[in-house]
């Protein structure tokens, strides 16, 4: 399966940010969305991503004062990306090995979705299922 068919069924819309909106306003739309991470966009597209682990690290190591700050202090600059001609499979692979929840899906460099490792792991269960009720089916019916 490609990113491009998990979109088509979970949608294509995406929370975003810029660099200037302060933590307190990321934090109110995270829990607005009920979602764990929003991409940040700059005047040139992707400047970075910012999650709830990023807000509770930098709390803890700042104080209640961070909740002023822009999320430009605390996002990820080096984003993980995927294209919609990504398969589920190879996209799985690249969140292990970045240790990534959240990767935004571009094409041309225009964002157009993101995928969340709950995507991920939603889609391999279907397939399975799929595959189990076929393979019982065969079985069933020789």
Known sequence: MRIAD???TKGSAVATV?????VAELLAGL?????GAMVVLGPDG????????????????RGAALLGQPVAEIMTTVVATCSP????DDLS???TQRRVRHVPVLEDGTLTGIVSIGDVVKTRMEEL?????????YIAHG
């Open 129 to 137: 299922e799929t595959t189990q009720q076929q393979l019982q089916a």
């Open 85 to 88: 001609r990504d398969s589920v």
């Open 46 to 61: 992707l400047a970075g991503i910012v999650s709830e682990r990023d807000v509770v690290r930098k709390l803890h190591e």
């Open 93 to 95: 692979v690249l969140m």
């Open 6 to 8: 998990l979109l088509r």
């Open 18 to 22: 810029t660099p200037q909106t302060t």
């Open 31 to 35: 829990s607005e969305h009920n979602i």
